[in-house]
T-cell receptor, first 115, second 113 residues
Framework: GAGVSQSPRYKVAKRGQDVALRCDPI?????LFWYQQALGQGPEFLTY????????KSGLPSDRFFAERPEGSVSTLKIQRTQQEDSAVYLC?????????????FGDGTRLSIL | GNSVTQMEGPVTLSEEAFLTINCTYT??????LFWYVQYPGEGLQLLLK?????DKGSNKGFEATYRKETTSFHLEKGSVQVSDSAVYFC????????????FGQGTILTVHP
């Protein structure tokens, strides 16, 4: 497809379960970002990949959060032992190359609800 | 650290009214500034951007000017339409070379016929 694709669109899990969220960026895009958006708030940065290298994970809230992009394209965000405060929309964005002026293209997000 | 503050919402206007959504920022160095929009049921889309002081970004009748002296990037439109109803986010990149975005909390705009 032409845009950033995220799956699943909705995920419901019980507290304590592990979840995996997938992001397919635009083909050829070097930069990939994950953001977390709580209800009624703006997105907050989680982590950044340049190709397969995770260059910044300063926004990951705890060691329960793990992200990878092993081949420099598809990325997965994994949350272990989920807790209720993990409920949020998780957004993936990609840009053609690194740079502070580069527009980021966002997916529709995965809405995660922890019961 | 970097931060973005948007005016409190929600904002409700009649069609053809003038729109201003205020945005101020705190950042080290020289950030680039953005407005993103989220239409109902859709993902975030870039609306406009400005990369240096006094630049004006514009798109779809919306404008915003990068004001370094007041650290502001207010969004304006002369005549809003019902189809402009959405959530608007002010954002900046700065402090990293790769473009990590810092967002404001968003402003909900509703335009009535």
């Amino acid at each position: 497809g032409a845009g950033v694709s995220q799956s699943p669109r909705y995920k419901v899990a019980k507290r304590g379960q592990d979840v995996a969220l997938r992001c397919d960026p635009i083909s050829g895009h070097v930069s990939l970002f994950w953001y977390q958006q709580a209800l009624g708030q703006g997105p907050e940065f989680l982590t950044y990949f340049q190709n397969e290298a995770q260059l910044d994970k300063s926004g990951l809230p705890s060691d329960r959060f793990f992200a990878e992009r092993p081949e420099g394209s598809v990325s997965t965000l994994k949350i272990q032992r989920t807790q209720q405060e993990d409920s949020a929309v998780y957004l993936c964005a990609s840009s053609l190359r690194p740079g502070r002026n580069q527009p980021q293209h966002f997916g529709d997000g995965t809405r995660l609800s922890i019961l | 650290g970097n931060s973005v503050t948007q005016m409190e919402g929600p904002v409700t206007l009649s069609e053809e009214a003038f729109l201003t959504i205020n945005c101020t920022y705190t950042a080290t160095g020289y950030p680039s500034l953005f407005w993103y929009v989220q239409y109902p049921g859709e993902g975030l889309q870039l609306l406009l951007k400005a990369t240096k002081a006094d630049d004006k970004g514009s798109n779809k009748g919306f404008e915003a000017t990068y004001r370094k002296e007041t650290t502001s990037f207010h969004l304006e439109k002369g005549s809003v339409q019902v189809s402009d109803s959405a959530v608007y986010f002010c954002a900046l990149t700065g402090g990293t070379s790769y473009g990590k975005l810092t967002f404001g909390q968003g402003t909900i705009l509703t335009v009535h016929p």
